[in-house]
């Protein structure tokens, strides 16, 4: 334990340890506060997307097999100043959508309606849920079964936009289903093959 | 440290939170502890089951973990530079970020002193601030770029890189299009739009003089007199140059009527001042600009230019001065002819550049306004016209038993009524026949003269009837003569217009020796007297306000003289009927002339005299010998102003603020009102005092003349006015005038007298300006606003009904201008003589129908008045719909279409007399005297408070206007009340001119005005009836018209004034 006097975990060292709840955790000791015994890891996306990276708030009280992998002997980089603002704005964004998702699931909404409206979202913030309709910047209205020609609305540029939206949107959904499928596919393959 | 970090850049995203019991909770991370307390907003617990998501029922706003219920909190999907905060993030284009960069590595430059070493010459430096190229040449810095760095430019100036070069061709198609892109080029650059935005650029004004309303006092009464009169919008440059040239032209005008002769001040500065101060800026303008410019444009583009422009204002006074001077020398020289002859000369120089500056711009919106000056002008003229045709009719009728009942007013007044109800009758005659005019100048020396000359053919026809109107003797006149002088006059008005001008010409040639002398200081018969007057007048001139109460007094005289003159006039009537209601009117012009020389009792033989004369030389003779006349009423209301210098002092404090916009308007109106067509010289002799006092005298007839006139035009006029189109009559009237036919002038005079009065007694009384306003109304209307221009006119053009009071008061103050004008016409012009006269003998018909109707009874004289209102009602009523029309509409339209027609046809013949005169005196004076009449009705109806204030209300207008007006004219025959016209402009308003007329003067005027009104009242009825037919009787078609109406109105008034002159004298 290379860790510097006072703390028991070197940032940047890789740390393994088991929950109370029998689950294996793995990260990159990114903070650990003795005070609170909060260890905080970073570990790679769930989502595997690159550029990101999920935080493990980790109470160590609840915590077993706390294993040091590999120590980092170097010093952590300087912390990089934060936009507060930014993260207060997110945060009340967050919670706003996720009401406003929240209520269109209350009211019944199909998936694919939940869907769509996420990746309306996406690219168009104004976007809301009206009963069941999802009203894009006041204009145009998708009524379920959320369809491209479901879209309606006065003809303008709106409307077309919002059209195109709405048909990449489960051109990709058909895609990733067929990925699915044939993600889902190889590893009976795989088995028949071996078997 | 690095929790805190790490935890605070988490904030806001999604997180899961799996506490002791396996449970795990979904929210938004909000904030944390330093215990490591954790808070999540929305959330929710998050079932195994993946279901969709959690229902808005399952979220919780937020939760509090304690940081030891929670065994490890998952947050997906982190990005550790998304909350980082980057240079560019934030500020990083500010200056400040900016220069913190390069700042922050380099430090602060040392600075260095600048040594200017051997290059720093003065030279250089001066070179250096005198270099005008902006920076370096573009060349430059390529060369330089290149030479020192290297850089090689890429810059191409044909742009190759964002448009493609014009590649031109022969071809057809090539030239299509490139002529289409000129054509549009063209369009585009000839566009008002481009060229307001251009100018906007190369606009040199200061701002001061764009925005600041320098000459606002003026300018508002004028803007008001011009846009009710007018209706047209004025742009405030313009308005301020009309103001400026009117206030110009008003001093001109006084000046020039002064200098001219003592017509010239009477009727310039007095009318002009009486214009001035009445329609304040309006008035101004009618004045100056009217009577200077009618005069010009009156003889020469007389027409057009008042009518067409604020001219109207001006041609009134132009016209009446103009008129004058037209009629002897010819338009122009009306003004001068003022001064010289009848100003004719003067008159066309003032009014000329009056005219020519700003009549003609102004003439159209203020032509309505001026055509009320003009008609007060025209009322003088119209009245001298009017007292020509009046002063032959009136003579007996009006001028004589004005006369007669001029008895209280006194002497002077009893001769300036004798004179005034001479030339009124003249007038009214004259109006047909200028002719008669200048008779009835003669009769009624001044006005009769003046308007003779000038508004003698517009006025003529108008004063005529204003002047039979009032006194009834118009009535009479037009009763007797008007049915043959309806005719006749409007012949003899055509004749006379045509003539007029050239007869005003003539006749103060002729006549001018008298007229011209008589006009500028009376030449024939009173020419001594004449003489004295329009010395007195000059006098005057400088000291209007006071002649104005001198004038009052001359009213009362001359309403003793009307009175009389009425009698006479009946007598003349019965001659001028048989004879020709040109030689009548010319007789009574002349029975002015000789009243006016002898003043009262004088007066009526004049009358007869004149008329005799005027059938001789009728235009001539009635210029001459209304010019006479009016001079010597002029003189004699000289003297009395004089006399009542002090009152007309007062009156010239009241009228300063007459002169004001409301002062002057209300002064002139009061004053005109209290002498309806005296009034108005009653103000223009308070707002002008000074000036007009020397015509004072004129002034007052002036007044009275348009009073009187209003009265007999009024009714008449209005009628046929109503029944006619304003605009046809207005057309008639200015063509018959133009065509020197005084009997369409004057029958477009009286018409518009008529309107102008009916108008003001309807605006007064609202309902019966409305009525009887319809044609003539908007004229008169038009008229009275510009008359009135200050505030009435605005008002009263919009709201004839409902401001009618203040149109009275406008009218009033336009009679007042009015009168001033043709008091000016009859000082500078033989016709400025003459319409002085005629003003004179109008305001002495005014006066005589006032003082009968005072004698008989004051309030019957409003009743009367409130019956011609509720007679104007009724016309006004047809109007009505015109009304709106007529008072601004046709005001704008037909008033000043037919001021200028009127003044245009007054131009024509009598040219810059009878253009002041026609303008002012024809369709204007007519009405305006009418209206003035009126509107002293109103004024006095004011004076009787409750009248007054009626009027002013309007609803009350139609009794009061009426009333209002005959108690104007009574003011007027009150004169010194007139003169007072403070008070009357007071009256006006309100009770002022009552509490200055009512006094002493008040009751006895109030009658008299009424007397007036009524007959107007009467005679519209009668014209509006009957103007039509006689209209078609007159010869001249438009005269026919005009005179008929005028001469029916006339007649009808004349009858009724007269009878009811007649009852109340009886």
């Not at chain 1, 996720?98 to 996420?118: N, P």
């Not at chain 2, 997180?15 to 449970?23: I, P």
């Not at chain 2, 003289?561 to 009946?570: F, Q």
């Not at chain 2, 010289?681 to 007052?700: E, K, N, R």
Request: hydrophobic share 25%; net charge positive.
């Amino acid at each position: 334990m290379a860790a510097p006097p006072g703390e028991y975990f070197s940032v940047g060292s890789q740390v393994s340890c088991r929950t109370c709840q029998e689950q294996r955790l793995q990260g990159e000791v990114v903070a650990f506060d003795y005070q609170s015994k909060m260890l905080a890891l970073k570990c790679p996306s769930s989502s595997g997307k690159p550029n990101h990276a999920d935080i493990l708030l980790i109470n160590l009280q609840y915590v077993s097999e706390v294993e040091i992998i590999n120590d980092r002997t170097e010093t952590p980089p300087p912390l990089a100043s934060l936009n507060v603002s930014k993260l207060a704005s997110k945060a009340r964004t967050e919670k706003e959508e996720k009401l406003s998702q929240a209520y269109a699931i209350s009211a019944g909404v199909s998936l694919e309606g939940q869907q769509l409206f996420q990746t309306i979202h996406k690219t168009i913030k104004d976007c809301k849920w009206q009963e069941k309709n999802i009203v894009v910047m006041e204009e145009v209205v998708i009524t379920p079964p959320y369809q491209v020609e479901n879209c309606k609305g006065k003809e303008g540029s709106a409307l077309s936009h919002v059209r195109k939206i709405v048909e990449k949107h489960f051109r990709d959904v058909e895609s990733q289903k067929i990925l699915q499928r044939s993600q889902a596919q190889q590893p009976q393959k795989e088995a028949a093959l071996s078997s | 440290m690095r929790m805190v970090h790490i935890l605070t850049s988490v904030v806001g995203s999604k997180c899961e939170v799996q506490v002791k019991n396996g449970g795990i909770y979904e929210g938004v991370f909000k904030t944390y502890s330093p215990k490591c307390d954790l808070v999540l907003d929305a959330a929710h617990e998050k079932s195994t089951e993946s279901s969709s998501g959690p229902k808005r029922e399952e979220i919780m706003e937020s939760i509090l973990f304690k940081c030891s219920d929670f065994v490890v909190v998952q947050f997906k999907d982190m990005d550790s530079s998304y909350a980082r905060r980057v240079p560019s993030e934030t500020d990083a284009f500010t200056d400040s970020a900016i220069s913190a960069k390069v700042n922050g590595e380099h430090k602060e430059k040392d600075l260095e002193p600048w040594d200017a070493g051997e290059l720093t010459t003065n030279e250089e430096l001066e070179a250096l601030e005198n270099d005008v190229s902006n920076g370096w040449d573009p060349n430059d810095m390529f060369r330089y770029n290149e030479e020192n760095y290297g850089v090689v430019s890429t810059y191409d100036s044909s742009l190759s890189s964002y448009t493609v070069p014009l590649e031109r061709d022969n071809s057809e198609e090539f030239l299509k299009r490139e002529a289409r892109a000129n054509q549009l080029a063209e369009e585009i650059e000839s566009s008002a739009q481009y060229k307001a935005r251009v100018a906007l650029e190369n606009d040199d004004r200061s701002e001061e003089e764009k925005y600041t309303a320098v000459q606002r006092n003026s300018s508002e009464r004028e803007g008001h007199g011009i846009n009710t009169r007018e209706n047209k919008y004025i742009p405030p440059g313009q308005r301020n140059r009309e103001v400026i040239s009117w206030g110009s032209g008003r001093q001109n005008s006084p000046r020039m009527g002064q200098p001219g002769s003592g017509s010239m001040p009477s009727r310039s500065t007095s009318h002009t001042s009486d214009f001035n101060p009445n329609s304040g800026s309006d008035q101004r303008v009618v004045n100056g600009g009217v009577p200077w410019p009618s005069p010009c444009p009156s003889p020469s583009s007389r027409p057009p230019s008042r009518y067409q422009s604020g001219p109207n204002s001006l041609p009134p006074r132009a016209a009446t001065p103009t008129r004058p001077p037209s009629r002897p020398p010819s338009r122009p020289s009306r003004p001068p002819s003022h001064p010289s002859a009848h100003g004719s000369p003067a008159p066309v120089s003032t009014m000329p550049k009056r005219m020519s500056s700003e009549g003609p711009p102004r003439m159209s919106p203020k032509a309505q306004r001026h055509p009320r000056n003009h008609r007060v002008s025209a009322g003088r003229g119209s009245i001298s016209s009017g007292l020509e045709f009046v002063s032959h009719n009136p003579p007996s009728e009006a001028a004589t038993p004005p006369v007669a009942r001029t008895s209280p007013s006194g002497g002077t007044w009893s001769s300036v009524v004798s004179g005034v109800p001479r030339l009124s009758p003249k007038t009214h005659r004259p109006r047909s026949p200028r002719q008669n005019s200048i008779g009835n100048s003669p009769s009624g020396p001044v006005l009769a003269s003046p308007q003779a000359g000038i508004i003698p053919t517009e006025a003529v026809a108008m004063p005529v009837p204003a002047a039979s109107p009032t006194p009834a003797s118009p009535a009479s006149n037009r009763a007797v003569t008007p049915s043959i002088e309806a005719k006749d006059s409007r012949l003899q008005d055509q004749r006379q217009n045509s003539p007029a001008g050239n007869k005003d010409n003539t006749k103060p040639s002729e006549t001018s020796p008298n007229f011209s002398k008589a006009e500028n200081k009376g030449i024939s018969p009173i020419v001594s007297e004449h003489r004295k007057q329009i010395d007195d007048l000059k006098k005057f001139k400088n000291d209007f306000r006071l002649q104005p109460s001198s004038t009052s007094e001359s009213m009362d005289q001359l309403l003793n003289k009307n009175r009389e003159g009425e009698k006479s006039r009946d007598l003349i009537k019965d001659k001028i009927e048989p004879s020709a209601k040109d030689s009548f009117i010319e007789n009574s012009s002349s029975n002015c002339t000789s009243g006016s020389s002898k003043p009262n009792s004088p007066s009526i033989s004049p009358s007869i005299l004149s008329n005799t004369e005027h059938k001789r030389g009728p235009e001539v003779t009635s210029q001459g010998v209304q010019t006479s006349s009016p001079s010597c009423k002029q003189e004699k209301d000289d003297k009395e102003e004089k006399k009542d210098a002090a009152e007309q002092v007062r009156k010239s404090t009241l009228n300063p603020n007459a002169k004001e916009f409301n002062p002057r308007s209300f002064a002139q109106p009061k004053p005109s009102t209290t002498p309806t067509s005296p009034r108005p010289q009653a103000q223009p002799s308070p707002s002008m005092v000074g000036h007009q006092q020397p015509t004072p005298v004129y002034t007052q007839p002036v007044c009275f003349a348009p009073n009187m006139m209003y009265p007999v035009p009024v009714s008449p006029g209005v009628q046929p006015l109503y029944p006619i189109p304003m605009t046809p009559m207005p057309v008639n009237q200015a063509k018959t005038y133009r065509a020197g036919k005084v009997p369409n002038m004057p029958q477009q005079r009286q018409d518009q007298h008529h309107q102008s009065a009916m108008m003001h007694p309807a605006s007064a009384a609202g309902p019966p300006i409305v009525a009887t306003p319809p044609a003539y109304s908007t004229q008169y209307v038009a008229y009275s606003p510009q008359q009135f221009p200050n505030q009435p006119l605005v008002q009263h053009v919009p709201h004839y009904q409902s401001q009618h009071p203040h149109v009275y008061s406008p009218v009033i103050q336009g009679n007042a201008r009015m009168m001033a004008p043709p008091t000016h016409a009859q000082p500078g012009l033989v016709s400025s003589s003459a319409t002085q006269y005629g003003a004179h003998e109008q305001t002495h018909a005014m006066y005589a129908c006032p003082k009968l109707p005072y004698n008989k009874e004051t309030s019957p004289s409003f009743y009367f008045a409130i019956s011609t209102g509720s007679l104007a009602q009724q016309y006004a009523h047809p109007n009505a719909t015109l009304h709106p029309h007529t008072p601004h509409p046709q005001p704008s339209a037909t008033p000043t279409g037919q001021q200028q027609s009127q003044h245009g046809g007054s131009h024509p013949a009598p040219s810059p007399v009878q253009h002041h005169q026609h303008q002012a005196a024809q369709a204007l004076h007519l009405a305006s005297p009418q209206q003035q009449s009126a509107i002293y009705h109103a004024g006095l109806a004011p004076t009787p408070p409750s009248m007054t204030p009626a009027s002013n209300t309007q609803s009350p207008q139609n009794s009061f206007p009426t009333a209002q007006q005959t108690v104007f004219t009574i003011h007027p025959s009150h004169v010194q009340p007139a003169y007072t016209n403070p008070p009357h402009m007071a009256h006006v308003p309100q009770a002022h001119v009552q509490s200055g007329m009512v006094p002493s003067h008040p009751t006895a005027h109030a009658p008299m005005m009424l007397m007036t009104t009524q007959p107007p009242g009467g005679p519209q009825a009668a014209l509006a009836q009957s103007a039509l037919q006689p209209i078609p009787v007159s010869t001249t078609a438009h005269f026919p018209y005009m005179t008929h109406p005028s001469g029916e109105a006339c007649v009808c008034r004349g009858r009724r004034g007269t009878s009811k002159h007649s009852a109340r004298t009886g």
